[in-house]
């Protein structure tokens, strides 16, 4: 049976780059290094693709993910989005990019480092979890970042939902949420692959 995918509408400008901002490398197309994909429009700045049913659109050296169909959004909501936005660190000169959707958000850095962090505005000395599936992760008083951020982001192709708590400040009350993964492995892939195919722009 045939997946219904939920349609993602995006009004876009025209592409403006900006000197020193990131862009794609001449050539490089996401949806052509993925066996799995059907490509609608690649090795352009804003290439659209199909990863196993997953919807996604390239805008430059940033990448929106349509990930719910019909079925899903009864229980988990309508507006489910992930972004995957890069940029140039203007002290460094390095690339890195990030993932975002709800209370999680993962990192990626052209030396491979990775991270991931839940919520904002933590209570100091509060535990930050976030589960997924039977899988259960904990950090105590680092703003909410996980020191295993690399273990975790790579567990998520093994559950479907995720929850995730954290202790928002002044308040000192638990936030809690619960939703889907899914798209979350295409925000992982996207990412780890924008940080190795985007360059700087010319001036």
Same mark, same amino acid.
């Given at each position: 049976?045939?997946?219904?995918?939920?349609?993602?509408?995006?009004?876009?400008? !025209?592409?403006?780059?900006?000197?020193?901002?990131? $862009?794609? $490398?001449?050539?490089?197309?996401?949806?052509?290094?993925?066996?799995?994909?059907?490509?609608?429009?690649?090795?352009?700045? +804003?290439?659209?693709?199909?990863?196993?049913?997953?919807?996604?659109?390239?805008?430059?050296?940033?990448?929106?993910?349509?990930?719910?169909?019909?079925?899903?959004?009864?229980?988990?909501?309508?507006?489910?989005?992930?972004?995957?936005?890069?940029?140039?660190? $203007?002290?460094?000169?390095?690339?890195?990019?990030?993932?975002?959707?709800?209370?999680?958000f993962m990192f990626f850095e052209q030396n491979g480092n990775e991270s991931l962090l839940v919520g904002s505005d933590h209570f100091p000395g509060t535990v930050t979890s976030i589960k997924i599936g039977d899988k259960r992760f904990d950090t105590r008083d680092r703003d909410?970042?996980?020191?295993?951020?690399? +273990?975790?982001?790579?567990?998520?192709? =093994?559950?479907?939902?995720?929850? +995730? *708590?954290?202790?928002?400040? !002044?308040?000192?009350?638990?936030?809690? =949420?619960?939703?889907?993964?899914?798209?979350?492995?295409?925000?992982?892939?996207?990412? *780890?692959?924008?940080?190795?195919?985007?360059? *700087?722009?010319?001036?």
């Amino acid at each position: 049976m045939k997946t219904k995918i939920a349609a993602l509408v995006l009004v876009a400008a !025209p592409i403006a780059l900006v000197a020193g901002e990131l $862009k794609l $490398k001449d050539g490089a197309s996401f949806c052509g290094s993925r066996k799995n994909a059907e490509c609608l429009d690649p090795g352009s700045n +804003t290439e659209r693709g199909v990863v196993n049913g997953v919807r996604y659109r390239l805008f430059g050296a940033n990448a929106y993910i349509a990930t719910m169909d019909e079925q899903e959004a009864d229980s988990f909501g309508r507006d489910v989005v992930w972004s995957v936005h890069c940029q140039r660190d $203007k002290m460094s000169g390095s690339r890195n990019c990030h993932a975002s959707f709800k209370t999680i958000f993962m990192f990626f850095e052209q030396n491979g480092n990775e991270s991931l962090l839940v919520g904002s505005d933590h209570f100091p000395g509060t535990v930050t979890s976030i589960k997924i599936g039977d899988k259960r992760f904990d950090t105590r008083d680092r703003d909410g970042e996980f020191p295993n951020g690399r +273990t975790i982001i790579n567990s998520f192709r =093994d559950g479907k939902t995720a929850v +995730t *708590r954290y202790t928002k400040w !002044p308040y000192r009350a638990w936030i809690d =949420d619960e939703f889907t993964l899914r798209g979350s492995e295409l925000a992982v892939q996207l990412s *780890r692959w924008l940080v190795k195919n985007t360059e *700087r722009a010319p001036d």
